[in-house]
Protein backbone atom coordinates (compact mmCIF):
# COMPACT_ATOMS: atom_id res chain seq x y z
CA UNK A 1 0.00 0.00 0.00
CA UNK A 2 1.46 3.43 -0.95
CA UNK A 3 0.93 6.15 1.52
CA UNK A 4 2.70 9.38 -0.56
CA UNK A 5 2.16 9.43 -4.06
CA UNK A 6 6.64 10.14 -3.88
CA UNK A 7 6.84 5.87 -3.38
CA UNK A 8 4.98 5.66 -6.83
CA UNK A 9 7.16 5.98 -9.56
CA UNK A 10 6.31 6.47 -13.56
CA UNK A 11 9.74 7.05 -14.67
CA UNK A 12 13.18 6.81 -14.07
CA UNK A 13 16.32 8.12 -15.34
CA UNK A 14 19.95 7.94 -12.94
CA UNK A 15 18.71 10.36 -10.76
CA UNK A 16 15.54 12.30 -12.42
CA UNK A 17 12.50 10.82 -11.67
CA UNK A 18 8.64 11.65 -12.35
CA UNK A 19 6.54 10.34 -9.77
CA UNK A 20 2.93 10.81 -8.56
CA UNK A 21 3.49 13.77 -7.12
CA UNK A 22 5.29 15.39 -9.74
CA UNK A 23 3.08 14.04 -12.46
CA UNK A 24 -0.53 14.55 -11.04
CA UNK A 25 0.86 18.23 -9.91
CA UNK A 26 1.41 19.26 -13.60
CA UNK A 27 -2.37 17.28 -14.04
CA UNK A 28 -3.65 19.60 -11.81
CA UNK A 29 -1.87 22.75 -13.09
CA UNK A 30 -2.53 22.32 -16.52
CA UNK A 31 -6.82 21.51 -15.86
CA UNK A 32 -6.49 25.07 -13.91
CA UNK A 33 -5.01 26.81 -17.43
CA UNK A 34 -7.29 24.81 -19.33
CA UNK A 35 -10.49 25.52 -17.07
CA UNK A 36 -9.54 29.20 -16.57
CA UNK A 37 -9.08 29.87 -20.84
CA UNK A 38 -12.10 27.65 -21.67
CA UNK A 39 -14.21 30.02 -19.23
CA UNK A 40 -12.66 33.50 -19.94
CA UNK A 41 -12.02 33.10 -23.99
CA UNK A 42 -15.92 34.25 -24.46
CA UNK A 43 -16.53 36.63 -21.95
CA UNK A 44 -19.91 37.90 -20.90
CA UNK A 45 -22.82 40.15 -19.39
CA UNK A 46 -25.38 39.50 -17.79
CA UNK A 47 -28.05 37.97 -18.21
CA UNK A 48 -26.30 36.20 -21.18
CA UNK A 49 -23.53 35.12 -18.77
CA UNK A 50 -22.80 31.30 -19.16
CA UNK A 51 -23.32 28.65 -16.54
CA UNK A 52 -18.91 28.32 -15.99
CA UNK A 53 -18.64 31.85 -16.36
CA UNK A 54 -21.02 32.23 -13.55
CA UNK A 55 -19.20 29.58 -11.50
CA UNK A 56 -15.76 31.23 -12.08
CA UNK A 57 -17.21 34.68 -10.77
CA UNK A 58 -18.85 33.56 -7.93
CA UNK A 59 -15.93 31.90 -6.92
CA UNK A 60 -13.78 34.88 -7.52
CA UNK A 61 -16.08 37.30 -5.75
CA UNK A 62 -16.37 35.00 -2.71
CA UNK A 63 -12.57 34.66 -2.31
CA UNK A 64 -12.37 38.27 -2.23
CA UNK A 65 -15.05 38.81 0.39
CA UNK A 66 -13.49 36.14 2.55
CA UNK A 67 -10.19 38.15 2.37
CA UNK A 68 -11.49 41.66 2.75
CA UNK A 69 -13.40 40.32 5.38
CA UNK A 70 -10.20 38.93 7.08
CA UNK A 71 -7.37 41.73 6.23
CA UNK A 72 -10.14 44.56 6.17
CA UNK A 73 -8.78 46.18 3.30
CA UNK A 74 -8.82 45.94 -0.50
CA UNK A 75 -8.83 42.30 -1.70
CA UNK A 76 -7.17 42.37 -5.04
CA UNK A 77 -3.69 42.53 -4.24
CA UNK A 78 -3.80 39.39 -2.17
CA UNK A 79 -6.47 37.64 -4.95
CA UNK A 80 -4.04 36.52 -7.34
CA UNK A 81 -1.96 34.49 -4.59
CA UNK A 82 -4.21 33.32 -2.11
CA UNK A 83 -6.82 32.70 -5.27
CA UNK A 84 -4.35 30.51 -6.85
CA UNK A 85 -3.33 28.65 -3.44
CA UNK A 86 -6.68 27.64 -2.53
CA UNK A 87 -7.84 26.46 -6.42
CA UNK A 88 -4.50 24.60 -6.53
CA UNK A 89 -5.03 22.39 -3.33
CA UNK A 90 -9.10 22.54 -3.71
CA UNK A 91 -8.83 20.41 -7.36
CA UNK A 92 -6.08 18.64 -6.17
CA UNK A 93 -7.94 17.42 -3.27
CA UNK A 94 -11.31 17.45 -5.36
CA UNK A 95 -9.80 15.03 -7.88
CA UNK A 96 -9.18 12.46 -5.24
CA UNK A 97 -12.31 10.84 -6.16
CA UNK A 98 -10.71 10.09 -9.75
CA UNK A 99 -9.99 6.69 -9.76
CA UNK A 100 -6.53 6.33 -9.87
CA UNK A 101 -5.34 9.87 -9.40
CA UNK A 102 -3.12 10.43 -6.22
CA UNK A 103 -3.46 14.07 -4.79
CA UNK A 104 -0.15 15.76 -4.80
CA UNK A 105 -1.38 17.12 -1.38
CA UNK A 106 -0.46 13.68 0.32
CA UNK A 107 2.97 14.74 -0.46
CA UNK A 108 5.03 16.62 2.38
CA UNK A 109 6.83 17.59 -0.67
CA UNK A 110 3.89 19.36 -2.33
CA UNK A 111 2.76 20.63 1.02
CA UNK A 112 6.40 22.15 2.11
CA UNK A 113 6.67 23.85 -1.62
CA UNK A 114 3.24 25.27 -0.88
CA UNK A 115 4.23 26.66 2.47
CA UNK A 116 7.61 28.26 0.86
CA UNK A 117 5.63 29.80 -1.36
CA UNK A 118 3.89 31.66 1.41
CA UNK A 119 7.14 32.23 3.55
CA UNK A 120 8.76 34.14 0.51
CA UNK A 121 5.39 36.14 0.26
CA UNK A 122 5.32 37.12 3.55
CA UNK A 123 8.23 39.50 3.31
CA UNK A 124 7.36 40.13 -0.45
CA UNK A 125 3.79 41.83 0.25
CA UNK A 126 5.65 43.41 3.13
CA UNK A 127 8.06 45.46 1.61
CA UNK A 128 5.85 45.82 -1.26
CA UNK A 129 3.48 48.22 1.34
CA UNK A 130 6.34 49.04 3.96
CA UNK A 131 9.43 49.21 1.98
CA UNK A 132 12.22 47.01 2.93
CA UNK A 133 13.49 48.96 6.08
CA UNK A 134 10.03 49.54 7.10
CA UNK A 135 9.63 45.88 6.57
CA UNK A 136 12.60 44.42 8.19
CA UNK A 137 12.53 46.96 11.35
CA UNK A 138 9.46 44.86 12.65
CA UNK A 139 12.08 42.16 13.44
CA UNK A 140 13.64 44.18 15.56
CA UNK A 141 10.66 45.34 17.97
CA UNK A 142 10.37 45.83 21.09
CA UNK A 143 13.99 44.92 21.20
CA UNK A 144 16.53 43.84 18.93
CA UNK A 145 17.10 40.68 20.99
CA UNK A 146 13.52 39.52 19.37
CA UNK A 147 15.16 39.17 16.36
CA UNK A 148 16.01 35.10 16.80
CA UNK A 149 12.34 34.77 17.60
CA UNK A 150 10.96 36.57 15.11
CA UNK A 151 12.92 34.43 12.80
CA UNK A 152 12.15 31.16 14.36
CA UNK A 153 8.38 32.25 14.34
CA UNK A 154 8.63 32.83 11.01
CA UNK A 155 9.96 29.01 10.27
CA UNK A 156 7.75 27.53 12.78
CA UNK A 157 4.64 28.79 11.01
CA UNK A 158 6.43 27.54 7.45
CA UNK A 159 6.57 24.08 8.48
CA UNK A 160 3.26 23.91 10.50
CA UNK A 161 1.42 25.19 7.18
CA UNK A 162 3.46 22.13 5.12
CA UNK A 163 2.75 19.32 8.15
CA UNK A 164 -0.88 20.48 8.84
CA UNK A 165 -2.15 20.15 5.28
CA UNK A 166 0.41 17.11 4.45
CA UNK A 167 -0.90 14.99 7.52
CA UNK A 168 -5.01 15.53 7.15
CA UNK A 169 -4.78 14.47 2.98
CA UNK A 170 -2.29 11.51 4.20
CA UNK A 171 -4.12 10.49 6.73
CA UNK A 172 -7.74 10.53 5.34
CA UNK A 173 -6.16 8.40 2.18
CA UNK A 174 -4.71 6.14 4.18
CA UNK A 175 -7.78 5.47 6.14
CA UNK A 176 -10.21 4.72 2.72
CA UNK A 177 -7.18 2.50 1.90
CA UNK A 178 -7.24 0.46 4.94
CA UNK A 179 -11.45 0.42 5.15
CA UNK A 180 -10.88 -1.00 1.38
CA UNK A 181 -8.91 -3.55 2.57
CA UNK A 182 -11.29 -4.62 5.41
CA UNK A 183 -14.53 -3.49 5.07
CA UNK A 184 -17.24 -3.88 2.28
CA UNK A 185 -17.86 -1.40 -0.58
CA UNK A 186 -19.95 1.12 1.18
CA UNK A 187 -18.01 2.53 3.81
CA UNK A 188 -15.32 3.32 2.33
CA UNK A 189 -17.22 5.28 -0.33
CA UNK A 190 -18.65 7.46 2.99
CA UNK A 191 -15.16 7.87 4.40
CA UNK A 192 -13.99 9.08 0.75
CA UNK A 193 -17.14 11.62 0.32
CA UNK A 194 -15.97 12.60 3.94
CA UNK A 195 -12.51 12.68 3.06
CA UNK A 196 -13.14 15.23 0.18
CA UNK A 197 -15.31 17.44 2.73
CA UNK A 198 -12.09 17.98 4.97
CA UNK A 199 -9.62 18.29 1.70
CA UNK A 200 -11.76 21.54 0.74
CA UNK A 201 -12.20 22.56 4.49
CA UNK A 202 -7.91 22.20 4.76
CA UNK A 203 -7.73 24.25 1.32
CA UNK A 204 -9.64 26.98 2.72
CA UNK A 205 -7.89 26.72 6.14
CA UNK A 206 -4.45 27.18 4.12
CA UNK A 207 -5.37 29.98 1.64
CA UNK A 208 -6.46 31.97 5.26
CA UNK A 209 -3.43 31.07 7.37
CA UNK A 210 -1.46 32.12 4.21
CA UNK A 211 -3.82 35.14 4.34
CA UNK A 212 -3.16 36.10 7.74
CA UNK A 213 0.35 35.73 7.85
CA UNK A 214 0.75 37.65 4.78
CA UNK A 215 -1.57 40.69 6.03
CA UNK A 216 0.36 40.34 9.18
CA UNK A 217 3.94 41.53 8.06
CA UNK A 218 2.42 44.52 6.61
CA UNK A 219 -0.09 45.56 9.19
CA UNK A 220 2.50 45.17 12.31
CA UNK A 221 4.50 47.77 10.55
CA UNK A 222 1.46 50.15 10.19
CA UNK A 223 0.54 49.54 13.36
CA UNK A 224 4.10 50.91 14.83
CA UNK A 225 3.70 53.81 12.28
CA UNK A 226 0.32 54.77 13.78
CA UNK A 227 1.40 54.70 17.02
CA UNK A 228 4.56 56.84 16.70
CA UNK A 229 2.23 59.38 14.95
CA UNK A 230 -0.32 59.34 17.77
CA UNK A 231 2.95 59.37 20.44
CA UNK A 232 3.64 62.70 18.37
CA UNK A 233 0.91 64.02 18.47
Not at 76 to 89: E, M, R
Not at 109 to 121: E, G, K, P, S
Not at 126 to 152: A, C, D, E, W
Not at 178 to 184: A, F, H, Q
Request: glycine share 6%; with cysteine.
Amino acid sequence: MDISPDSIIYWQWGAIKLSATILFSWVVMALLVIISWLVTRNLSVKPEMQRWQNLLESIVEYTRSQIKEVVHQQPDQYLPFIGTLFLFISLANLLGLVPGFNPPTGSINTTAALAVCVFFAVPLYGIMQSGLKGYFNRYLQPTVFMLPFHIIGELSRTLSLAVRLFGNIMSGTLIVAILLSVTPLFLPIVMQLLGLLIGQIQAYIFAMLALVYIASGASAQQKGENHKDEENQ
